[in-house]
């Protein structure tokens, strides 16, 4: 059994839909995490749950909106998307904000 | 300057060939640091924590260079199944984000 989870592995959606990602870790960590892998870029940081708070990157787009329900479970609402959002998402979890990352298997993301 | 700056390489290597990454990372207050490896269309995944005294896994040897803010990989006697992306990991200083920050990887080829 994997240690983070994530639903599901691929989407494909237009520019009208509303979508949400799925994720859940077994570590019993504290902190969740949203990544967005674009081809030839580098990990890029969207957003961070930790302890209750939630830190995000000023630079992420409003049509990308993060959940975080419980310490276990994390989402991330996707709505009127555009093609350049066609990416990896990743989830990942650690125990601290500055310890090593655990990550799930992606959500290869498509938009047309 | 990237805050995390690796060589996208690729690196070329034959089995049993000793091969060296570095990585540059711009924050000085920076304090948590990573090896990660990335298979093509999955997950990172941890290779070794980077302690300052320099660590060893194996054929894996991973340096710390606070003076000239650098973190170095060393694999001896390459295997075809080494073939990857290596992910420098750093974690941000800025106590405001305590996050950790991916270079974009640099990708090894083993070959026979």
């Known amino acids: 059994e994997t240690g983070v989870t994530q639903t599901p592995r691929h989407l494909v959606m237009g520019m009208t839909n509303k979508k949400s990602l799925k994720c859940e870790q077994h570590?019993?960590?504290?902190?969740m995490y949203w990544y967005k892998q674009s081809a030839k870029k580098p990990l890029e940081l969207m957003f961070v749950?930790?302890?209750?708070?939630?830190?995000e990157n000023n630079s992420v787009p409003s049509r990308f909106s993060p959940e975080c329900p419980n310490s276990s479970h994390l989402f991330l609402h996707l709505h009127t998307l555009q093609p350049e959002d066609s990416a990896l998402y990743l989830c990942a979890s650690s125990q601290d904000r500055r310890r090593k990352l655990f990550f799930g298997s992606g959500t290869q993301l498509s938009v047309l | 300057r990237k805050e995390v700056e690796q060589d996208p390489g690729p690196f070329n290597v034959p089995e049993g060939a000793t091969v060296a990454f570095n990585c540059t990372y711009s924050?000085?207050?920076?304090?948590?640091f990573f090896w990660y490896r990335q298979d093509c269309r999955k997950e990172p995944k941890l290779l070794m924590s980077v302690y300052s005294s320099g660590n060893e896994d194996g054929r894996f040897t991973a340096q710390l260079n606070r003076a000239s803010q650098y973190i170095s990989l060393l694999i001896r006697d390459s295997k075809l199944s080494d073939s990857a992306t290596y992910l420098c990991?750093?974690?941000?200083?800025?106590?405001?984000?305590?996050?950790?920050?991916f270079g974009s990887g640099t990708r090894l080829q083993v070959q026979p």
């Open positions: 570590l019993g960590h504290n902190a």
């Open positions: 990991v750093v974690e941000n200083g800025d106590t405001g984000r305590r996050a950790l920050t």
């Open positions: 924050n000085s207050a920076s304090q948590s």
């Open positions: 749950y930790s302890l209750e708070e939630r830190v």
